[in-house]
């Protein structure tokens, strides 16, 4: 396995889904099926880079990409894998009907040829209640990468 984390800018905005559904849908339907989350002033970011053997196809690489995104003094808790007591996740799995998606991240705009539909990423809240009020307290952005992509053209885009 190879792991790679980067401590980058943390993003204003960050979109990541099929280019259709960002041209044909809006509103809640939208909403379902794509990223497009505004991270908090005081959030800071890591970028986590990860190479590994397929357990199903030991001799295909699995490659991901994650950005995560949440106050200094807790970010590493989640890159770490953990998550605090109390706290609430709202996972979304991020589909493709037209083999691509964009990944468009504070007016960078790369599109990436999957080769395949199907789940190609997820998106992930942790949040805690607060009285009747909600608290983010992290965001984390997965996305995997085609097969015919390799490490190194996966850094280019973190």
């Known amino acids: 396995?190879?792991?790679?984390?980067?401590?980058?800018?943390?993003?204003?905005?960050?979109?990541?889904?099929?280019?259709?559904?960002?041209?044909?849908?809006?509103?809640?339907?939208?909403?379902?099926?794509?990223?497009?989350?505004?991270?908090?002033?005081?959030?800071?970011?890591?970028?986590?880079?990860?190479?590994?053997?397929?357990?199903?196809?030991?001799d295909e690489m699995s490659r991901t990409m994650t950005l995560y995104m949440a106050p200094k003094e807790t970010?590493?808790?989640?890159?770490?894998?953990?998550?605090?007591?109390?706290?609430?996740?709202?996972?979304?799995?991020?589909?493709?009907?037209?083999a691509k998606y964009l990944l468009h991240v504070d007016g960078r705009y790369e599109e990436i040829h999957t080769g395949a539909d199907g789940y190609w990423g997820n998106h992930l809240e942790f949040s805690r209640g607060?009285?009747?009020?909600?608290?983010l307290d992290a965001i984390t952005v997965s996305v995997c990468m085609p097969g015919f992509e390799d490490f190194e053209s996966m850094k280019r885009l973190k």
Not at 12 to 41: H, I, N, W
Not at 91 to 96: D, P, Q, S, T
């Open 130 to 135: 607060q009285g009747k009020s909600r608290i």
């Open 75 to 98: 970010i590493d808790t989640y890159v770490d894998g953990y998550m605090y007591e109390g706290q609430d996740v709202k996972e979304k799995e991020i589909g493709v009907d037209t």
């Open 1 to 58: 396995m190879r792991k790679e984390i980067y401590s980058v800018k943390c993003p204003k905005r960050v979109q990541f889904g099929d280019p259709m559904y960002f041209e044909e849908y809006e509103g809640r339907k939208l909403e379902s099926l794509v990223v497009d989350c505004k991270p908090p002033r005081d959030f800071v970011a890591k970028v986590v880079l990860v190479e590994e053997p397929m357990k199903e196809y030991p």
